[in-house]
């Protein structure tokens, strides 16, 4: 499986959800999100590095299933796409449309219920939305940890290393509130923590502080 494919950024279809990759003498499409897609306009002609899923499209009764790679900015966004396809009526292409805001304002949304505002999303009726909300509410609080920090583009190791760091210190047997807590002041901190190490190590000089 291609779980990583880095390149030189070709082209950006506008009219889809698609972009090109160059690859030495190869050119790869790769399907990537709305939100995504607006994203990497700016950076045509530069390397970029695109976290990768695979999947088969088409009808395998009619043996004309298509191999397809779907490419996103940053391991978080992948893992919160697969989640999203998992929800009945949701499948892949359905999903890539519908993602046109940041990953953490789709998980605040789902974590606090908001249908009426889900049901915005392109693809995302008031039938669907209440189906994300019941499948995925409870697996959100790692997503909506980024919803103070992504805009388009901006979408990576950052991003990581908070919702790394709350699932390190949930198994650390902090409850998701504590957990959240305590993420949410160390990312209000000027210097930001490198690696999940680095950022435990300020949680708990600051709780021996007290």
């Known amino acids: 499986m291609i779980t990583k ?6 082209r950006v279809d506008p009219t889809s959800n698609a972009v090109e990759l160059a690859i030495g003498p190869l050119v790869h499409e790769v399907l990537v999100t709305e939100l995504v897609r607006r994203g990497l306009q700016q950076q045509i002609g ?9 999947y088969l499209e088409g009808n395998p009764t009619r ?44 998980a605040m949304l789902i974590e606090e219920q908001d249908a009426k505002a889900l049901s915005t999303l392109p693809g995302v009726g008031a039938a669907t939305a209440e189906r994300m909300i019941a499948k995925l509410r409870r697996r959100m609080p790692k997503f909506a940890l ?3 920090r992504e805009s388009p583009g901006d979408v ?3 991003g990581d290393v908070f919702s790394e760091t709350y699932e390190v210190l949930r198994s650390l047997g902090h409850s998701e509130s504590d957990a959240r807590r305590l993420v949410d002041a160390l990312r209000s901190e ?14 708990y000089r600051t709780i021996h502080k007290r």
């Open 146 to 148: 980024l919803v103070a």
């Open 5 to 10: 494919i880095s390149g030189t950024l070709e």
């Open 156 to 158: 990576g190791a950052a």
């Open 190 to 203: 000027k210097k930001k923590p490198k690696d999940v190490q680095e950022a435990l190590e300020s949680i």
């Open 46 to 54: 530069k390397p970029i590095v695109l976290h990768t899923l695979e």
């Open 63 to 106: 043996g004309n299933l298509v191999p397809r790679l779907v490419g996103f900015l940053s391991e978080v966004e992948r893992e919160f796409f697969e989640l999203i396809c998992e929800v009945d009526g949701v499948g892949v292409r359905k999903a890539l449309r519908a993602i046109i805001r940041p990953v953490g304002e789709i």
